[in-house]
Structures are given as C-alpha cells and as structure tokens.
Nanobody, 129 residues
Framework: QLQLVESGGGLVQPGGSLRLSCAASGFTLDYYAIGWFRQAPGKEREGVSCINMNNGNTYYTDSVKGRFTISRDNAKDTVYLQMNSLKAEDTAVYYC??????????????????????WGQGTQVTVSS
C-alpha cells in the first residue's frame, strides 16, 4: 500500500525552527514530485514548496522564500521541509503529497493540489508565544 507519513510538527515560538519529514512506504519516490501544502483553520489549502526527486528542482511560494528549505534523501525515500524564522501565520496543518515528476515543470503546477495523487495525513505546526 502506498503511504506518505509526515512527522516533525509541534509548537514553536515565533522566530523558531522546525523540520518536517515526509517518508514514503510501499513505493520509491525517485521519479515523483513531492509537494508540501498547508491548511490553516478557515482557509484553503496552500502549496508551500515542491521538489523533483529525480533532478532536485525546487519551488517555493513567495511567503516562505528565504525561510523554508525543501530537501530530499532518495535513499530513505524521504523529503524534508526545514522551516526557519517561523511566524504566527505559518500555523497550519502541513501535508506532503506525491505526484508525477512533470508537476515540477512549472511553479503553478507545483503548488496546485489537483496534480498530486497521494497524500499524507498531515502534521500540525503551531507558532505561538
């Protein structure tokens, strides 16, 4: 069974850091695109970042550029999202998703949820003092 499992969420003070992990089981991520999305209460799901597991191409939404870094470990079929300088507005449930590698052809596709086929269950990130 194909599964994605997120971990690493929690409560952090503004300005702090967290590292989220997205681990795949039941399949290898080598030719997939992996996206990170988030959904805050009362808001639509938002694409945050994505990475092509084959060539390493990455995209970031403007609100996280310079603060978040997406990376991959193909040997572990795992993708990470390092989040620094966290703000209250980063509070949300964070999801990872997998889709065809061609998703990373454009940023628009990369951050659009309809292109992704497999989703994790989400991990809560709360930024509060």
């Amino acid at each position: 069974q194909l599964q994605l499992v997120e971990s690493g969420g929690g409560l952090v003070q503004p300005g702090g850091s967290l590292r989220l992990s997205c681990a795949a089981s039941g399949f290898t991520l080598d030719y997939y695109a992996i996206g990170w999305f988030r959904q805050a209460p009362g808001k639509e799901r938002e694409g945050v970042s994505c990475i092509n597991m084959n060539n390493g191409n990455t995209y970031y939404t403007d609100s996280v550029k310079g603060r978040f870094t997406i990376s991959r470990d193909n040997a572990k079929d795992t993708v990470y999202l390092q989040m620094n300088s966290l703000k209250a507005e980063d509070t949300a449930v964070y999801y990872c998703a997998a889709g065809a590698g061609t998703i990373t052809t454009t940023q628009a596709m990369c951050v659009a949820s309809q292109w992704y086929d497999y989703w994790g269950q989400g991990t809560q990130v709360t930024v509060s003092s």
